[in-house]
């Protein structure tokens, strides 16, 4: 069975940056779409970026366009979030997630459609 592992969470202070990473035991990630979600307690499971199996640009959540960039990277067989510009509305816990179907854009941005799920990493965010 696959296994996803987060890392790369803390502390950070409001317009400071953070790399989350994502790491797979089983397959390469260009065998999956590949979502980050994130969630506070309390609340739904929240998207955040995505970039589907078959290929092109990832999509993000409108609150993250142009402070969030999620990549591959082939070598180290890793998928990352870099994160800009924090704000204390980013703390959450952020989970990575895979699945091995090919899917539309928009399926894409809910939780229900990824089979395999990470233990999720903390992003907070002082004011």
């Known amino acids: 069975q696959e296994r996803l592992v987060e890392s790369g969470g803390g502390l950070v202070q409001t317009g400071n940056s953070l790399r989350l990473s994502c790491s797979a035991s089983?397959?390469?990630?260009?065998?999956?779409?590949v979502g980050w979600f994130r969630q506070v307690p309390g609340s739904e499971r929240e998207f955040v970026a995505a970039v589907k199996r078959n290929g092109g640009s990832p999509i993000y959540a409108d609150s993250v366009k142009g402070r969030f960039t999620m990549r591959r990277d082939k070598v180290e067989n890793t998928v990352t979030l870099q994160m800009s510009n924090l704000k204390p509305d980013d703390t959450a816990v952020y989970y990575c997630?895979?699945?091995?179907?090919?899917?539309?854009?928009?399926?894409?941005?809910?939780?229900?459609?990824?089979?395999?799920w990470g233990q999720g990493t903390q992003v907070t965010v002082s004011s």
């Open positions: 997630a895979a699945s091995t179907k090919y899917w539309i854009t928009s399926a894409t941005t809910s939780p229900a459609n990824y089979e395999f």
């Open positions: 089983e397959s390469p990630f260009s065998a999956y779409t």
